[in-house]
C-alpha cells in the first residue's frame, strides 16, 4: 500500500522554538490530515485541509496543503512540552468515491526540552 | 459519552485462539475501520465498512475477519491469532463533513500474542 514520506522522523527541541515538519507523496492527494498522538491513546485530529494552497491555523499549529497536491507542511510556534508526542500527516486521494483509502506517514516523534 | 470505544484496552492471547477486539460508535457515522499500527510501518488499513452489512479488505486483510450487523458496531476477530499479529489495533469512524471526510479514532486495543 503506498505510504507518504513523512520528515524529520525525530525532533528534539528546546521549549520555545518552533517546530516544522512535512509530508509528500509521489501521486496527488485530495485531502490532508495531521494528528497528533500520545502514548496509550489514539491519534487526535488537529487540522484538516482540503484545497491546494490552503492555509489553515489552529492556536500555534499551522498547517498547508502544497500547491502541487503532492505534499503538506506542519508547523508549530512555540513549542511547549505539552506538543511532545508522535505528529502523523495523513492524505485521501478520493474524499468524494472512496472514504477507506487514507494512507498514513510514518510519524514524526516531537521531544520538546524544557 | 458520545465518541468511539474500543475494548478490551489491553489483551494477551495464546497463538492459535480466537480474539475478537470491540468497537463501537454513537454518532452514527456510515464509515469504520481498523487498522493496525507497527513501528516502521505506521498505521495500516486491515478492513473498512462503508455502512451495515457492507465491508472490504484493505491493505492487510490476511488473518482477520470482520463483520457490521449494525451501524454503531465493527468488531474485528483473529481467527487463529499468530505472533504476527501483536499490535496496537485502532478502530476509527469518519463522515462527510462538506469539506471532506472527518476521521476519529479509538483508544487503541494493545494484543499481545505469545
Known amino acids: 500500500g503506498q505510504q507518504l514520506n513523512q520528515s524529520p522522523q525525530s525532533m528534539f527541541i528546546q521549549e520555545g522554538e518552533d517546530v516544522s515538519m512535512n509530508c509528500t507523496s509521489s501521486?496527488?492527494?485530495?485531502?490532508w490530515l495531521w494528528y497528533k498522538q500520545e502514548p496509550g491513546e489514539g491519534p487526535v485530529l488537529l487540522i484538516a485541509?482540503?484545497?491546494?494552497?490552503e492555509l489553515t491555523s489552529n492556536g500555534r499549529l499551522t498547517a498547508q496543503f502544497g500547491i502541487t497536491r503532492k505534499d503538506s507542511f506542519l508547523n508549530i510556534s512555540a513549542s511547549i512540552p505539552s506538543d511532545v508526542g508522535i505528529y502523523f500527516c495523513?492524505?485521501?486521494?478520493?474524499?468524494?468515491?472512496?472514504?477507506?483509502?487514507?494512507?498514513f506517514g510514518t510519524g514524526t516523534r516531537l521531544t520538546v526540552i524544557p | 459519552d458520545a465518541g468511539i470505544t474500543q475494548s478490551p484496552r489491553y489483551k494477551i492471547t495464546e497463538t492459535g485462539r480466537q480474539v475478537t477486539l470491540m468497537c463501537h460508535q454513537t454518532?452514527?457515522?456510515?464509515?469504520m475501520f481498523w487498522y493496525r499500527q507497527d513501528l516502521g510501518h505506521g498505521l495500516r488499513l486491515i478492513y473498512y465498512?462503508?455502512?451495515?452489512?457492507?465491508?472490504d479488505k484493505g491493505e492487510v486483510p490476511d488473518g482477520y475477519v470482520v463483520s457490521r450487523s449494525k451501524t454503531e458496531n465493527f468488531p474485528l476477530t483473529l481467527e487463529s491469532a499468530t505472533r504476527s499479529q501483536t499490535s496496537v489495533y485502532f478502530c476509527?469512524?469518519?463522515?462527510?463533513?462538506?469539506?471532506?471526510?472527518?476521521?476519529?479514532f479509538g483508544s487503541g486495543t494493545r494484543l499481545t500474542v505469545v
Open positions: 495523513a492524505g485521501h486521494p478520493t474524499p468524494q468515491t472512496g472514504a477507506n483509502n487514507l494512507f
Open positions: 485541509l482540503y484545497k491546494a494552497g
Open positions: 476509527a469512524s469518519s463522515e462527510w463533513t462538506g469539506g471532506g471526510y472527518g476521521y476519529t
Open positions: 454518532w452514527s457515522h456510515s464509515y
Open positions: 501521486s496527488i492527494f485530495n485531502t
Open positions: 465498512s462503508a455502512a451495515a452489512d457492507i465491508t
